[in-house]
């Protein structure tokens, strides 16, 4: 499947996220995309047909973002964790992956139609070689596209991105590019894998577990955190709907919640 899927929504969809978007939209979801490896068992299939599936099920999502006007998606897909399960996962995890760069750069006609531009963060250090190199390609062909924005966390943990973070902030203090006075908050925002991006409005996790597993541990310090028990590959845009709702009923609260947060100091991409 493409990564963006052109399937017309059933009218009453259209009708809910038309409502919706008499209100406040989310600038920035971010998704945890939980649940293949359930799913493929839920459907007696291999696992890594369960992961195929849950792309499939990205290039809907993405779709719904569009239709409702989000301006940047991330999505956890693949955790430092992730290298820890059986090889022959891993191997299968890393082929899909890319597999489908490879689909992005065939069908880059399509994806500029749409102004997706691409960002792969994460440590890609622990990546090969030939899969940064796609990676990158991807991000390359799709630079100049401002409609909506990917960040792929690939081979990515919060704990792994923040230290990166401080590991910069460090060298720049002993290269004496920066103040110990110039260290606060905005800094280390911008050192992050995210740096440049509005911090993510909206967190959803799907499967039911209510955990962040280590994903935009600092950027989602404020964010309203939406969890359903569909398994990724069977959530429905009526879920997604759900969730833009219950975030519009507090989205007052977590604006006065950033403020106490960061009376001083702005919040990155605020």
Not at 83 to 101: P, T, Y
Not at 159 to 173: F, H, I, Q, R, Y
Not at 225 to 247: M, N, R, S
Request: glycine residues 6%.
């Amino acid at each position: 499947m493409s990564w963006i899927s052109e399937t017309t929504l059933p009218w009453h969809s259209i009708l809910m996220l038309r409502l919706l978007k008499c209100g406040r939209i989310p600038k920035h979801v971010a998704f945890i995309m939980d649940g293949n490896r359930r799913f493929a068992r839920k459907t007696n299939v291999k696992k890594i047909d369960g992961h195929s599936k849950g792309f499939d099920k990205l290039s809907e999502v993405l779709q719904w973002c569009l239709d409702i006007g989000v301006e940047e998606v991330t999505v956890y897909a693949f955790s430092i964790e992730n290298f820890k399960r059986s090889k022959e996962e891993v191997d299968g995890l890393l082929d899909l992956a890319r597999e489908k760069f490879q689909r992005l750069l065939q069908e880059k006609e399509k994806i500029n139609k749409h102004g997706l531009k691409i960002r792969v963060i994460g440590n890609k250090s622990l990546l090969p070689d030939d899969l940064v190199k796609l990676a990158a390609e991807a991000e390359l062909i799709t630079r100049d596209n401002h409609q909506v924005l990917l960040n792929v966390a690939f081979s990515y943990t919060a704990t792994d991105e923040m230290t990166s973070a401080c590991n910069k902030v460090l060298s720049g203090l002993k290269d004496d590019l920066i103040a110990p006075s110039d260290v606060d908050i905005a800094l280390m925002s911008e050192c992050l894998h995210t740096g440049g991006s509005q911090f993510p409005e909206i967190i959803i996790r799907t499967s039911g577990e209510t955990r962040l597993s280590d994903f935009l541990l600092w950027q989602g310090c404020a964010s309203y955190l939406h969890f359903t028990g569909a398994l990724w590959p069977e959530i429905t845009v009526l879920d997604f709907l759900w969730a833009i709702f219950k975030y519009q009923r507090v989205a007052e609260e977590l604006d006065r919640l950033k403020e106490r947060l960061y009376a001083s100091k702005p919040l990155s991409g605020r």
